[in-house]
């Protein structure tokens, strides 16, 4: 609750609890019981846990002091979680981000993570910490790489959207949305940072990341909605179609595309300027010129920034990519840096979503283009039997693994109550991995280790 008057103006908050619980919150902290932030917009903006149970570590990087959090009945529930390594792994992440930036915005800095019971991995973004929710608690150290990959995306988030913000959030306005194109710069580029950064600072092998550069461009290649929605109004529509429930084949995510998209941008500017620039300097531009001087950007903004970096017009890039539906160009950009896209074939695909309905799958949707919209299978569609065998508490598609593109099967199925059959001919799923050009000239090299600061000969992939 606020008011205009008030809503810029300080405010206390003072919470009883008992004596020898501990607290973790970026609110600052006045002594007793109380904490102070500058705005109402701080206030709400800062999650605070109070917890008999609260572990608590710190570290120092360029004198900010960097605050770790486990919440969790049983401190590190079950973990073996070691601090000095999470300190050293979290620091990394840090400096690699500050240096990035040419910028250290804060004095203190919590990272806090909520330990659950069940396999789980989300994370929120505030001006000064990072709220994370991890599980299984007891394997958390065994999944080392998604807490740092989860801990990076989310502290790159400092700057963009917390003070780097698309120009309809400042201010934010809580009565009612807030459309905005530009969510797949805001979150698209954070996951290209948040991935960047650890390969950056070794703490991901440079062959893992392109390996995860591959895994995401096979994702996006064997979603239809690629075809369909153009990337910004993917960010646009996001108040519509749910936070990242989307549209089944007919929408893309701002994330894993807008990722993709920050490379390709990257990878260009470094060819039009012969390496001298890059997106890192987009990415401070906006954190001088806009975040800097309390301002928000616009789509126009940010086009005129990655024109002015890379010399020259991007509007064909933006038209055919971001604001249409034109296949991406991986190959071409990251041939720049000596590299190659390869593509083959693994497993195979329906191209139909089902879900168990006493004891039958049935239909929930259908890929245009796809092995079960050729069929001429619908939503709804009752499967029976595949190659005469019942499918009664069977998935279809660990019947079909086995198989290879090209075979086909029958299908039976009732639908409005009346037994049908098709023949179903399945597809390969394409899948695409990166390799080095053996061809690779020297300025593809310095590409190639000015982006991921590694030497091209200690790389093997």
Same mark, same amino acid.
Do not use: C
């Given at each position: 609750?606020?008011?205009?008057? +008030?809503?810029?103006?300080?405010?206390?908050?003072?919470?009883?609890?008992?004596?020898?619980?501990?607290?973790?919150?970026?609110?600052?902290?006045?002594?007793?019981?109380?904490?102070?932030?500058?705005?109402?917009? !701080?206030?709400? !903006?800062?999650?605070?846990?109070?917890?008999?149970?609260?572990?608590?570590?710190?570290?120092?990087?360029?004198?900010?002091?960097?605050?770790?959090?486990?919440?969790?009945?049983?401190?590190?529930?079950?973990?073996?979680?070691?601090?000095?390594?999470?300190?050293?792994?979290?620091?990394?992440? /840090?400096?690699?981000?500050?240096?990035?930036?040419?910028?250290?915005?804060?004095?203190?800095?919590?990272?806090?993570?909520?330990?659950?019971?069940?396999?789980?991995?989300?994370?929120?973004?505030?001006?000064?910490?990072?709220?994370?929710?991890?599980?299984?608690?007891?394997? /958390?150290?065994?999944?080392? @790489?998604?807490?740092?990959?989860?801990?990076?995306?989310?502290?790159?988030?400092?700057?963009?959207?917390?003070?780097?913000?698309?120009? /309809?959030? =400042?201010?934010?306005?809580?009565?009612?949305?807030?459309?905005?194109?530009?969510?797949?710069?805001?979150? @698209?580029?954070?996951?290209?940072? @948040?991935?960047?950064? =650890?390969?950056?600072?070794?703490? +991901?092998?440079?062959?893992? #990341?392109?390996?995860?550069?591959?895994?995401?461009?096979?994702? =996006?290649?064997?979603?239809?909605?690629?075809?369909?929605?153009?990337?910004?109004?993917?960010?646009? !529509?996001?108040?519509?179609?749910? #936070?990242?429930?989307?549209?089944?084949?007919?929408?893309?995510?701002?994330?894993?595309?807008?990722?993709?998209?920050?490379?390709?941008?990257? =990878?260009?500017?470094?060819?039009?300027?012969?390496?001298?620039?890059?997106?890192?300097?987009?990415?401070?531009?906006?954190?001088?010129?806009?975040?800097?001087?309390?301002?928000?950007?616009?789509?126009?903004?940010?086009?005129?920034?990655?024109?002015?970096?890379?010399?020259?017009?991007?509007?064909?890039?933006?038209?055919?990519?971001?604001?249409?539906?034109?296949?991406?160009?991986?190959?071409?950009?990251?041939?720049?840096?000596?590299?190659?896209?390869?593509?083959?074939?693994?497993?195979?695909?329906?191209?139909?979503?089902?879900?168990?309905?006493?004891?039958?799958?049935? /239909?929930?949707?259908?890929?245009?283009?796809?092995?079960?919209?050729?069929?001429?299978?619908?939503?709804?569609?009752?499967?029976?039997?595949?190659? @005469?065998?019942?499918?009664?508490?069977?998935?279809?598609?660990?019947?079909?693994?086995?198989?290879?593109?090209?075979?086909?099967?029958?299908?039976?199925?009732?639908?409005?109550?009346?037994?049908?059959?098709?023949?179903?001919?399945?597809?390969?799923? !394409?899948?695409?991995?990166?390799?080095?050009?053996?061809?690779?000239?020297?300025?593809?090299?310095?590409?190639?280790?000015?982006?991921?600061?590694?030497?091209?000969?200690?790389?093997?992939?």
């Amino acid at each position: 609750v606020y008011t205009d008057e +008030t809503r810029n103006s300080p405010a206390l908050l003072t919470i009883d609890y008992p004596d020898d619980w501990k607290v973790a919150s970026q609110l600052r902290p006045l002594g007793g019981k109380s904490f102070d932030a500058e705005t109402y917009d !701080d206030l709400i !903006d800062a999650p605070t846990i109070i917890s008999p149970t609260l572990v608590h570590w710190q570290t120092k990087v360029r004198n900010a002091q960097i605050h770790i959090y486990f919440q969790n009945d049983d401190g590190l529930g079950g973990s073996n979680m070691n601090e000095e390594d999470v300190k050293a792994d979290l620091a990394k992440i /840090v400096e690699g981000q500050f240096a990035l930036m040419q910028d250290v915005p804060f004095k203190e800095y919590a990272f806090i993570y909520h330990l659950v019971s069940r396999p789980f991995s989300h994370g929120v973004e505030h001006k000064n910490s990072a709220s994370m929710v991890m599980g299984p608690a007891a394997s /958390v150290d065994q999944n080392y @790489g998604a807490f740092l990959s989860l801990s990076s995306h989310e502290f790159f988030h400092v700057w963009n959207i917390k003070r780097i913000k698309p120009d /309809v959030f =400042l201010p934010y306005d809580y009565r009612k949305e807030s459309y905005t194109p530009l969510l797949y710069v805001s979150e @698209g580029f954070t996951s290209y940072y @948040g991935s960047l950064t =650890l390969a950056r600072t070794k703490q +991901t092998p440079t062959s893992n #990341y392109l390996s995860g550069v591959g895994s995401n461009i096979t994702a =996006l290649q064997n979603n239809y909605g690629r075809k369909v929605q153009p990337l910004a109004l993917s960010s646009f !529509d996001a108040w519509l179609s749910g #936070y990242g429930a989307g549209r089944g084949a007919s929408s893309v995510s701002f994330y894993s595309k807008g990722e993709l998209i920050g490379l390709l941008i990257d =990878l260009e500017i470094r060819q039009r300027t012969k390496n001298a620039k890059s997106l890192d300097d987009v990415m401070r531009l906006l954190n001088t010129e806009f975040a800097g001087q309390g301002r928000g950007f616009s789509a126009r903004d940010f086009k005129e920034l990655v024109e002015r970096t890379g010399t020259g017009s991007f509007t064909e890039f933006f038209e055919r990519f971001i604001y249409g539906t034109d296949e991406l160009p991986f190959a071409e950009k990251l041939a720049y840096a000596g590299l190659e896209l390869r593509k083959s074939t693994r497993g195979v695909v329906t191209g139909m979503l089902t879900a168990d309905e006493n004891g039958f799958p049935v /239909v929930k949707s259908i890929e245009p283009e796809s092995p079960a919209f050729t069929a001429g299978l619908d939503n709804g569609d009752v499967l029976i039997a595949l190659n @005469g065998k019942s499918l009664m508490n069977q998935s279809p598609v660990s019947m079909l693994a086995t198989l290879n593109a090209g075979q086909s099967v029958e299908l039976s199925y009732i639908r409005s109550g009346l037994l049908k059959a098709v023949k179903l001919t399945l597809k390969g799923r !394409d899948a695409f991995s990166i390799s080095k050009k053996a061809t690779a000239t020297a300025a593809e090299k310095a590409i190639f280790e000015s982006w991921l600061a590694a030497k091209w000969s200690d790389v093997t992939i």
